[in-house]
């Protein structure tokens, strides 16, 4: 078997020094260094080696480098490559064969080391390209989070969000350049502020607490009603609690929640377990916003909102594991599995899916 002409390799902010002899021998042979200009100026330039810093479609350029196969070829990477890294995307894209990895030492691992925190028992999440939104669901008293920022903005973000949300008094480190000589380790109360200096570079470890009145979402299917936006079309809690209970969500299944209303079936389905996905379609116009502000208060805007009675390109959707039919729209378009008034869709005991598809009117 050839030797792979790829190798991905993690680098700290303490640069080479953090690199293991591996990697470090890989880095020095290398012809071509791609990575962002962040991780180019932690390395020595060698004469014979180009080095190109990333710009445009990230995942176009991968392609593109594949596409060369170039022997010597490194791409650098912040610390350990598949913990929210450019690894995940270049698993996507290139063969196990073709490539070489070497990790550096996380940033989650550097900030549990300096909050003693367990790293079993602490929630890790992104917010780099991400809706701060999303760690709504991990804001349970006592609980442990650490947060990769997507900017110097993002404490500030996150602090309002705390106290919004009835936590302000939880403790918040935020955690600069960590392993680098410009380390900085700042701890404050979420009620009082991140101060102003924050770096780019930097992420949060949160210690959740919550004041009386905090907005937690309990870890249960068939939340109070009282949880949703809604202008009456809500599928109610016990219900929901049923629904949910039959519907029996997966790891990684796909909903579609028809004539979704306030869309509670639809993100009850995604609070389940993060790899969850769901559709919501709902023709009247008045209630998009509803269910996409749901969805942002819940922590789950990832949900995909369509404006439509029902599918009407079947093949263009993500197949679905289960299929939720909701409100007045099963009493007037579904008749023993089968629909009366919308043919696109056909004879649905036919329609292709990951698993079998269980039907709830």
Request: proline fraction near 7%.
């Amino acid at each position: 078997m050839p030797a792979p002409w790829l190798s991905l390799i993690g680098i700290g902010e303490d640069g080479m020094a953090g690199l293991t002899p591996p990697a470090r021998a890989r880095l020095e042979k290398a012809r071509q260094v791609y990575g962002a200009k962040r991780h180019l100026a932690l390395i020595p330039h060698m004469p014979q080696t180009d080095y190109v810093a990333w710009t445009g479609d990230l995942r176009q350029v991968l392609v593109d480098i594949r596409a060369r196969r170039q022997p010597g070829t490194v791409i650098l990477a912040s610390g350990d490559p598949f913990l929210f890294g450019i690894g995940t995307m270049m698993a996507e894209i290139y063969d196990k064969a073709e490539m070489d990895v070497f990790p550096a030492i996380s940033s989650v691992a550097l900030a549990c080391s300096i909050m003693r925190w367990s790293t079993q028992e602490t929630r890790v999440l992104s917010i780099c390209g991400r809706d701060p939104l999303l760690i709504q669901p991990h804001l349970q008293d006592d609980a442990r989070l650490l947060i990769l920022s997507a900017d110097r903005h993002s404490p500030a973000q996150i602090c309002a969000q705390l106290r919004e949300g009835g936590f302000g008094e939880s403790d918040v480190t935020v955690m600069e350049h960590l392993g680098g000589e410009k380390e900085r380790v700042q701890h404050f109360i979420a009620a009082s502020g991140p101060p102003d200096d924050i770096a780019p570079l930097n992420l949060l470890a949160v210690h959740i607490h919550a004041q009386p009145g905090a907005r937690i979402i309990p870890l249960c299917a068939g939340l109070e009603d009282g949880f949703y936006l809604t202008d009456g079309q809500l599928t109610k809690r016990e219900i929901r609690a049923v629904t949910l209970s039959s519907l029996a969500p997966q790891q990684g299944a796909c909903l579609w929640d028809i004539g979704a209303g306030s869309g509670s079936v639809a993100i009850e389905w995604m609070l389940r377990h993060p790899a969850n996905s769901a559709i919501a379609f709902e023709k009247n116009n008045s209630r998009l916003d509803i269910i996409a502000e749901n969805a942002r208060r819940m922590g789950v805007p990832s949900l995909r909102i369509l404006a439509a009675c029902l599918p009407d390109n079947v093949p263009a959707l993500p197949r679905p594991d289960a299929i939720f039919i909701g409100g007045a729209l099963a009493r007037r378009t579904c008749c023993n599995g089968r629909m009366t008034s919308c043919a696109p869709m056909g004879d649905w005991s036919a329609m292709p899916s990951r698993r079998k598809a269980k039907r709830l009117y």
